[in-house]
C-alpha cells in the first residue's frame, strides 16, 4: 500500500475556537482505524456522512492511511441524489454520527461514532484485507444528468501532493481555510494535502459556511495566509468587502474551477500582496491539474 501520511509533518485542525494539535489527530486516526477493523473492513468503499468538523477531516486521513476508499456524502443534497451516488458506487457501510442518520438512506449498515467509546486501542491489531489502489470516489455535479462518479488513484493523490508542492512557494507555517464542499475534489487541497503538509487548517463549520462576515472574521482571528476558491466565491466576498481587505495579509491565493476574469485579478492585485495562482483540473486528473 502506497503510503499517504506522514505523521512528522501532520498539521492541526481549529474548529469552532478550538484548536486539535497533531498528537490528538494522530491518537484519534488510530482509534478509527480500530473501529473500522471491527465493523468489517474489506478493500470495499465506505460511505462518509460526518459534518463539516474536525472529526469529518480526522476520518478521512484514517481512511486513506488503512486503506479504504470512501465516498464523502454531503448530507444537505437531496434524498434521490445521496440514493443514486450511494447505489452507483456500491456502498455497503456508512460511517457518521446519530444526528445524521435521517439524511441519507435508511436500508444501509451504519458506524456510528458517537455511539462507540474507544479509549486507548494501544498494541491493538487491525483486521488484515486486501489492499485497493482507489483512495477516494467522488461524484461531479451532474448538470448533464446523473452525476459521474470518478475513482481516484492513491498514486495519482500522491502525484498532486508532490506536484502542487513543487509548483507552489507555501510558507512555512501556511494556515490555511477550509471553504471548499466535500462534494468539490479541491476539498482535498484544503484538508489532506494540507494536513500532510503540516499547515494549519481552519475549518469553516456548517453554520458559517454561507456567512461572508464570519469567514472574514475566522481568515482575520488565525491570521489566514493561504486561500483556494473559484472565482465566483471570490467575486461573493467582493460584494460583502468591495476591496477585499481582509484578505492583504494572505500570501498565497489559489484561484480556479471557472474561468479568472482579467477584473477580479486586477483587484486582488491591488489590494494584497499575494502570490496569485490560476488552477485548472477536472475531476478526473485528480484535483488541480495545471498552475
Known sequence: MKKIIDFEKLGKIICNGITYESRYIREEIEK????????GATSKAIGIAIPRTEKLVIVILAMLEYGIPFLLLDMHLPEKRLDYMIRNSCIKKIITIRSCIKNVIKDIEYIILDEIDILDVQNTILEEKEENEIAYIIYTSG?????????VTRTGLINFI????????????SVIICLSSVTFDIFFLETVFAMIKGFTVVMVPENEYSNPAKIKELILEHNVNTIQMTPSRMKWFQLYDPTLSFLSGVKVIMIGGEIFPQSLLEILQNNTNAQIYNMYGPTETTIWSTI
Do not use: D
Open 32 to 39: 478509527i482505524k480500530y473501529i473500522i477493523s471491527q465493523n
Open 162 to 173: 508532490l506536484g502542487i508542492s513543487e509548483a507552489i512557494s507555501f510558507e512555512e507555517e
Open 143 to 151: 448538470t448533464t444528468g446523473n452525476p459521474k462518479g470518478v475513482q
